[in-house]
């Protein structure tokens, strides 16, 4: 969950859905109304499996999140539009915990070891270029 620029929620969630003696997990991102828990928008994620840690950009209407393929591999970070256009993964060797620079003009993320379990603080631009070390200290 984090908040939107206006004060609404933006939420990940996922159901399940059947039909006859078939069932399948969905995975979404929802924009809801913080008064009176209104949905305003829903975003079918149908590539991605669980979706989570999720950042609202400041000024553009663009969210960043962490999930992995439905077919598998590493977590990474995505981003998505508000209204459901540009699924992108910004990152390839795995990503998690994305938030937005305060100007909206970088994104930070930790890159994890998961066999150490520590990680590092690395940031990229927006469109997941110039990908550097914040700092060098391990985290976690």
């Known amino acids: 969950t984090s908040w939107m620029p206006d ?6 969630r996922d ?14 991102i929802a924009l809801i109304d913080s ?6 928008e829903t975003i079918l994620v149908d590539s991605l499996s669980i979706i989570s840690n999720l950042d609202y950009s400041p000024y553009q209407s663009r ?3 962490q999930s992995q393929s439905k077919v598998g591999g590493d977590i990474n970070i995505w981003k998505i539009n508000s209204d459901g256009t540009g699924l992108t993964r910004l990152t ?5 915990h994305p938030a937005w620079s305060p100007d909206g003009s970088t994104v930070a993320y930790v890159n994890i070891d998961y066999f150490e379990g520590r990680g ?19 985290v976690m």
């Not at 004060?7 to 990940?12: E, F, R, Y």
């Not at 159901?15 to 979404?28: A, D, H, M, T």
């Not at 390839?92 to 998690?96: D, F, S």
């Open 120 to 138: 590092k603080i690395w940031l990229m631009n927006p469109d997941g270029t110039n990908r550097r070390p914040m700092i060098n200290e391990e």
């Open 7 to 12: 004060g609404n929620l933006v939420v990940s």
């Open 15 to 28: 159901r399940l859905i059947e039909s006859g003696n078939e069932s399948e997990w969905v995975y979404e």
């Open 35 to 40: 008064d009176d828990g209104s949905e305003i």
């Open 63 to 65: 969210i960043v999140f």
């Open 92 to 96: 390839e060797n795995g990503g998690a």
